[in-house]
């Protein structure tokens, strides 16, 4: 029976905002790995990479183990999306790394306002300083 290969060690996480790193391949695998971004395609990933700043991606070795992307004007408001990290390293700090490297990063610095939408991860944002504001949120779905 095969085995399954361990985690890698958090502490040898490494982080990236190159973009140019972002393997598509491999983005397209972890997305799959969601409930939310099982379907998303090649051509629409593109697009959304495109306009979006900071990437931020976590490796483990040459692998792509965590992923998130900001949409921003860069001044006053910044809107977080994907936070994906592998089923395996989830619950050991990597998502945390990523959130942090997403709110200290220095095009970022003047964001006064972070919004992100989950259904399912409530206590890890709120751990990280984000709370719920029920009165400020209003959305069309197309």
Known sequence: MPHA?????????????????????QLLGLYRETWWAKSRGLAEVERSLAHSH??????????????????????????IWDVIVTPTLQGRGVGRRMMQAILDHPDLKTVTMFLLLTRDQHRFYAGLGFTHEKDMSMMLRR
């Open 54 to 79: 900071p990437l931020i991606t976590a490796w483990a070795g040459p692998r792509m183990v965590g992923f998130s992307r900001v949409i921003s004007d860069l001044t006053y408001r910044a809107t």
């Open 5 to 25: 290969t361990p985690p890698a060690p958090t502490d040898a996480i490494t982080l990236s905002d190159d973009r140019a790193r972002v393997d598509l391949a």
